[in-house]
């Protein structure tokens, strides 16, 4: 069983919809849970990270966090085709190291 | 402030070849590390720095070797390439190892070839 485990997609949503990603994590120690957004032949940058149970908002964004279910997820309302990236979900381990998922590819149609 | 750089930004190695991925920060961070990116793997941890002074090997260290030549630099060198190191190569890094500053921060890439 991989440590983050995230849907590859691609998820295609319509232009103004929710965008649901989601991701599953193994290590119940985990503490702090990112995700990033990664554009084709760029490097990934940081859009949320929540550290405690519950819902973490930020303009269009949400992160959501089940530590018992060791679930997190993204919504993306509002979808725009500028959303349309790879999503990488990152759940922290052991010894300052981040885990990454493999991402969901995300695409935001007209 | 330039974040994370990294230099070269692309190169192309025959087998057999060496070379050295140079990356820096001006954020003064603690904490760097080196991620290699292939298609359907994800971003993998190869080397970290914890702190200056300190490496530790991450989930694919083989092949690889790593230098903190001081607070701002992390080095990456391949001793011998091989085509199974053709990849993107991503620097990070990150101010400590308090939960709040868990934030990592990434260079541009090196996108490497091994022929």
């Known amino acids: 069983q991989k440590e983050v485990e995230q849907n590859s997609g691609p998820l295609s949503v319509p232009e103004g919809a929710i965008a649901s990603l989601n991701c599953t994590y193994s290590?119940?120690?985990?503490?702090?849970f990112f995700w990033y957004r990664q554009y084709s032949g760029k490097s990934p940058e940081l859009i949320m990270f929540?550290?405690?149970?519950g819902d973490k908002e930020d303009g269009r964004f949400t992160a959501q966090l089940n530590k018992a279910s060791q679930y997190v997820s993204l919504l993306i309302r509002d979808s725009q085709p500028s959303d349309s990236a790879t999503y990488l979900c990152?759940?922290?381990?052991?010894?300052?190291?981040?885990?990454f998922g493999t991402g969901t590819r995300l695409q935001v149609t007209l | 402030n330039a974040g994370v750089t990294q230099t070269p930004k692309f190169q192309v190695l025959k087998t057999g070849q060496s070379m050295t991925l140079q990356c820096a920060q001006d954020m003064n961070h603690n904490s760097m590390y080196w991620y290699r990116q292939d298609p359907g793997m994800g971003l993998r941890l190869i080397y970290y720095s914890a702190s200056e002074g300190t490496t530790d090997k991450g989930e694919v260290p083989n092949g690889y070797n790593v230098s903190r030549l001081n607070k701002r630099e992390f080095s990456l060198r391949l001793e011998s390439a091989a085509p199974s190191q053709t990849s993107v190569y991503f620097c990070?890094?990150?101010?400590?190892?308090?939960?709040?500053?868990?934030?990592?921060?990434f260079g541009p890439g090196t996108r490497l070839t091994v022929t």
């Open positions: 990152a759940v922290t381990g052991t010894a300052s190291k981040l885990t």
């Open positions: 929540i550290y405690s149970n």
């Open positions: 990070a890094s990150r101010m400590g190892s308090r939960t709040e500053y868990y934030e990592q921060y």
């Open positions: 290590d119940r120690g985990s503490q702090s």
